[in-house]
């Protein structure tokens, strides 16, 4: 096993636990299915790719029905091609990015480090660009990705993005200054893509429980606080009631010595004793 597989198989394994939770992995594709469609377009599938599809999967699906796939399932058996059209026997002609509709003073929102070709009247689209490629993935929005089997760019990964910002180019970091992706060098970074987003949404997960258990220790906080007030308001009611009750018992009790002495005084004086 080359170097390039053993990165493959080790970002796989490193990150399976990740990609199990949206993925699955559909079973691998029997080598004499490769072999037939090699025979019937006269191609080569790139040695990663293949590598990936006699000992990976035939496709990184997504549980969602609606999610995107990681890597498409393709139908080695019945591939679908036209004559002129996403077709594997016919050479893949683009060597650099090309932007379409637009001339090379245009002004891109995502800056391209590499050399581009402007086809500002269409003519590389109207002539076509979908041959010698095997589709593996889409971005949603029309734009996927698709490696090539026959031309100049053989085993590299490209993007088709004309249908949201009229170009296609290759796959490539800027960051790295790696002009091409391999199918290997694509998946890894898919793949990492994957665990960084699933990072990210635990951060974002854990984010959210911290700010809603704040929210709830400052419910809680205002609540005993709201108590406490509610027990001394009660404490202090209570108190007043017993001061009241108090300053009632003396009145009574004033009273009832003034009765009494009025009483004394009544007999002493009027009725004698």
């Given at each position: 096993?080359?170097?390039?597989?053993?990165?493959?198989?080790?970002?796989i394994?490193?990150?399976?636990?990740?990609?199990?939770?949206?993925y699955?992995?559909?079973?691998t594709?029997?080598?004499?299915?490769?072999?037939?469609?090699?025979?019937?377009?006269?191609?080569r599938?790139?040695?990663?790719?293949?590598?990936?599809?006699?000992?990976?999967?035939?496709?990184?699906?997504?549980?969602?029905?609606?999610?995107?796939?990681?890597?498409?399932?393709i139908?080695?058996?019945?591939?679908?091609?036209e004559?002129?059209?996403?077709?594997?026997?016919?050479?893949?002609?683009?060597?650099n990015?090309?932007?379409f509709g637009?001339?090379?003073?245009?002004?891109?929102?995502?800056?391209?480090?590499?050399?581009?070709?402007?086809?500002?009247?269409y003519?590389?689209?109207e002539?076509g660009?979908?041959?010698?490629?095997?589709?593996i993935?889409?971005?949603?929005?029309?734009?996927?990705?698709?490696?090539?089997?026959?031309?100049s760019?053989?085993?590299?990964?490209w993007?088709?993005?004309?249908?949201?910002?009229?170009?296609?180019?290759?796959?490539?970091?800027?960051?790295?200054?790696?002009?091409?992706?391999s199918?290997?060098?694509?998946?890894?970074?898919?793949?990492?893509?994957?665990?960084?987003?699933?990072?990210?949404?635990?951060?974002?997960?854990?984010?959210?429980?911290?700010?809603?258990?704040?929210?709830?220790?400052?419910?809680?906080?205002?609540?005993?606080?709201?108590?406490i007030?509610?027990?001394?308001?009660?404490?202090?009611?209570?108190?007043?009631?017993?001061?009241?009750?108090?300053?009632?018992?003396?009145?009574?009790?004033k009273?009832?010595?003034?009765?009494?002495?009025t009483y004394?005084?009544?007999?002493?004086?009027?009725?004698?004793?």
């Amino acid at each position: 096993m080359d170097n390039l597989h053993s990165k493959m198989l080790d970002s796989i394994k490193d990150s399976k636990w990740v990609l199990d939770e949206i993925y699955v992995f559909l079973p691998t594709e029997p080598e004499e299915n490769l072999i037939a469609f090699e025979a019937k377009f006269n191609v080569r599938i790139p040695e990663d790719y293949r590598f990936f599809l006699l000992n990976v999967s035939n496709g990184i699906v997504n549980k969602n029905k609606w999610g995107l796939n990681l890597v498409e399932k393709i139908d080695f058996v019945d591939f679908f091609y036209e004559d002129n059209e996403y077709n594997p026997s016919i050479p893949f002609e683009l060597t650099n990015k090309v932007v379409f509709g637009r001339g090379s003073d245009c002004k891109e929102v995502s800056p391209y480090p590499y050399e581009i070709t402007f086809d500002q009247n269409y003519d590389i689209f109207e002539k076509g660009y979908s041959n010698g490629q095997i589709h593996i993935a889409g971005y949603g929005c029309g734009t996927s990705a698709f490696i090539v089997v026959n031309g100049s760019e053989y085993s590299n990964v490209w993007v088709d993005d004309f249908s949201s910002n009229n170009e296609v180019y290759p796959e490539y970091d800027f960051k790295s200054n790696r002009p091409r992706f391999s199918f290997t060098d694509w998946l890894i970074e898919g793949v990492n893509r994957e665990v960084t987003i699933h990072g990210q949404n635990i951060e974002w997960e854990k984010r959210i429980k911290l700010e809603e258990k704040a929210k709830q220790d400052k419910i809680d906080e205002q609540k005993r606080e709201l108590e406490i007030k509610r027990l001394d308001q009660i404490k202090r009611e209570k108190f007043a009631e017993q001061k009241r009750e108090v300053e009632r018992e003396e009145q009574r009790s004033k009273k009832t010595h003034r009765n009494l002495l009025t009483y004394l005084i009544d007999k002493i004086f009027h009725g004698g004793v």
